[in-house]
């Protein structure tokens, strides 16, 4: 039995108000996850596997850049 194929969802990004909205809660654990994979664009999997090791929270930045499979 094959299924019928799906559309494929159009993608929705956010608005400059919406942004700054997450930017005006940015105390909120899960807001500084959603800002991190919007400027790095790391996806959530990704950041999630980030070792401590490779964070620097005075210095405000991380080490990342591990190639994938796909690319």
């Given at each position: 039995?094959?299924?019928p194929q799906r559309d494929k969802a159009e993608k929705q990004t956010?608005?400059?108000?919406?942004?700054?909205?997450?930017?005006?809660?940015?105390?909120?654990?899960?807001?500084?996850?959603?800002?991190?994979?919007?400027?790095?664009?790391?996806?959530?999997?990704?950041?999630?596997?980030?070792?401590?090791?490779?964070?620097?929270?005075?210095?405000?930045?991380?080490?990342?850049?591990?190639?994938?499979?796909?690319?």
């Amino acid at each position: 039995m094959k299924l019928p194929q799906r559309d494929k969802a159009e993608k929705q990004t956010f608005s400059d108000e919406e942004i700054q909205t997450l930017f005006n809660n940015d105390t909120d654990s899960t807001v500084r996850i959603i800002l991190i994979s919007i400027y790095t664009g790391v996806r959530i999997g990704e950041l999630f596997s980030v070792p401590k090791s490779d964070v620097d929270v005075q210095g405000g930045y991380m080490i990342g850049g591990e190639k994938t499979k796909a690319g």
